[in-house]
């Protein structure tokens, strides 16, 4: 656009240029720069902050304002056309009870105080981590678990905070999942898992590495004896030594196939539960499905991109995997047997949470 002048004609642009970015919506956000310089501050003092999801160079960002930092971006999406894809997929949902009546405190301290007013999501899944301890030491680990820890949570704990939970759902929870550290391994297992089952607990999960399962006949039969209500969520991040390296610090191929044929042949159900980083094992994600699609009474595959927390090192936030990094992939290395359009996500309020290839 030419401004002309009594004396002179300049080319100068006239008002402001358009955006190279395209905001797709406004969030609240928190800073990750101000967690890891003070990780334990109380949660009334974790700042919010305005944020929005920007769409450039055909990626999906995350930027936040923070009055210390200035702009803080991280890759939130690797493809914007299946995130646009996952946002139409809506679900009604179900009421949810607050833990504690007139709690409007602001997230995230509002969580000191349970579940707040203003928590639009109901419990889907309750997860009980029963023990710290785990058998293995993996420098992936978000929860920190390894062999020197020991605390176990009381059997009677857990089932009050089983109790109180099924009281708020109206008497009925549809999934329950065991976790840790590893929940194999808490001295009370079968007693713990036995006393879930009186209660109205449609499916209880274990999320577990397998390494009882590999070996532990007794285990394996207690657990093919409660198969259909008592399903197993067995860590397995793919088939290259290298995979197990990284994200496990041992070469645990050999003990995952043992544990798969061996829960396969018990007829208990099993969904593979794949930890993927980008230039690990992302180039496994359509084996890892192929060979679920394979295995009888293996029902599922959830694959879930490396975040860094716990004991995960840091990761490169401006180039990661991500959800819909994971459902872009599918397509190209199964052949087209398994694609991100046959993957609907589930009815959460999420769109990016899980997409299912069942
Ligand atoms: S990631 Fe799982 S198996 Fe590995 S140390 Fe942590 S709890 Fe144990």
């Known amino acids: 656009m030419t401004v002309t002048t009594d004396t002179a004609t300049t080319s100068k642009p006239l008002g402001m240029p ?6 797709r919506r406004y969030v609240t956000a928190f800073c990750p720069r101000c967690h890891d310089e003070v990780p334990n501050r109380p949660l009334h003092q974790v700042p919010r902050l305005s944020g929005y999801l920007s769409e450039a160079e055909e990626q999906v960002w995350l930027v936040r304002g923070c009055p210390q930092h200035g702009k803080v971006v991280t890759l939130y999406e690797e493809n914007p056309g299946i995130l646009s894809y996952l946002e139409q997929w809506t679900a009604p949902t179900k009421w949810h009870v607050p833990d504690t009546p007139g709690n409007y405190d602001p997230i995230p301290a509002a969580y000191l105080r349970g579940l707040g007013e203003m928590q639009t999501q ?3 899944i309750l997860l009980e981590d029963i023990t710290q301890a785990c058998n293995l030491r993996c420098p992936t680990c978000f929860a920190d678990s390894s062999p020197q820890l020991s605390g176990v949570a009381s059997v009677d704990n857990v089932l009050a905070n089983v109790d109180q939970r099924l009281d708020r759902e109206n008497g009925r929870l549809d999934v329950l999942m065991l976790s840790g550290g590893e929940p194999t391994i808490h001295p009370q297992f079968a007693e713990l898992v036995e006393r879930v089952l009186e209660r109205d607990v449609t499916r209880v999960l274990i999320n577990t590495n397998g390494v009882e399962l590999s070996r532990n006949d007794r285990m394996l039969s207690f657990l093919a004896s409660h198969n259909r209500r008592v399903e197993v969520y067995l860590q397995f991040d793919g088939f290259k030594r290298e995979t197990y390296l990284h994200h496990r610090n041992a070469d645990l191929r050999a003990m995952k196939q043992r544990a798969v044929h061996r829960l396969s042949g018990a007829g208990v ?4 539960t794949m930890t993927a980083a980008l230039g ?3 180039d496994e994600i359509g084996d890892v499905i192929r060979y679920v ?3 009888p009474f293996v029902g599922g595959v959830s694959i879930q991109p490396q975040f860094g927390s716990g004991r995960s090192g840091a990761i490169n936030p401006l180039e990661r995997l991500t959800h819909t990094g994971v459902l872009e992939r599918m397509g190209p290395q199964t052949d087209g047997l398994v694609t991100w359009r046959t993957s609907p996500p589930f009815p959460a309020r999420i769109p990016t949470a899980p997409a299912s290839a069942t």
Do not use: A, P, S
Not at 18 to 23: M, Q
Not at 269 to 272: A, G, N, Q, S
């Open 122 to 124: 109901h419990t889907c």
């Open 293 to 295: 699609l394979d295995t």
């Open 18 to 23: 358009v955006r190279e970015d395209r905001i």
């Open 280 to 282: 690990v094992n992302d």
């Open 269 to 272: 159900f099993t969904t593979l």
